[in-house]
Nanobody
Framework: VQLQASGGGLVRAGDSLRISCAAS????????IGWFRQAPGKERELVAA???????NYADSVMGRFTISRDNAKNTVSLQMNSLKPEDTAVYYC??????????????????WGQGTLVTVSS
């Protein structure tokens, strides 16, 4: 399974940005998929995750600003990020579970990871 993320870039605080991830290979759309991020000097953290049925979990810090969505037929997941803040600056990774249906908060529940896409928000 390969995950290819795209759509990162440099934006200003308050702007919007959409990042996407495409899965290829022996994928199964019934499992949970999510976005994590890692800022310099910080641990990787969940941003948002979603089940195949569309149930989503979000980090408190992005609730109401970010929206995760997935297209099971196309094996893609997207993250719409609005009202971006400088503290959202990080490398964003998409991750797919090969074992769990839930939209897990835990990185250990995910088996396949994309290469990451950098999102930089200037103040």
């Amino acid at each position: 399974v390969q995950l290819q993320a795209s759509g990162g870039g440099l934006v200003r605080a308050g702007d919007s940005l959409r990042i996407s991830c495409a899965a290829s290979g022996r994928t199964d759309s019934i499992y949970g998929i999510g976005w994590f991020r890692q800022a310099p000097g910080k641990e990787r953290e969940l941003v948002a995750a979603i089940t195949s049925g569309g149930s989503a979990n979000y980090a408190d810090s992005v609730m109401g600003r970010f929206t995760i969505s997935r297209d099971n037929a196309k094996n893609t997941v997207s993250l719409q990020m609005n009202s971006l803040k400088p503290e959202d600056t990080a490398v964003y990774y998409c991750a797919l579970s090969g074992r769990y249906y839930r939209a897990s908060h835990y990185s250990d529940d995910y088996d396949y990871w994309g290469q990451g896409t950098l999102v930089t928000v200037s103040s």
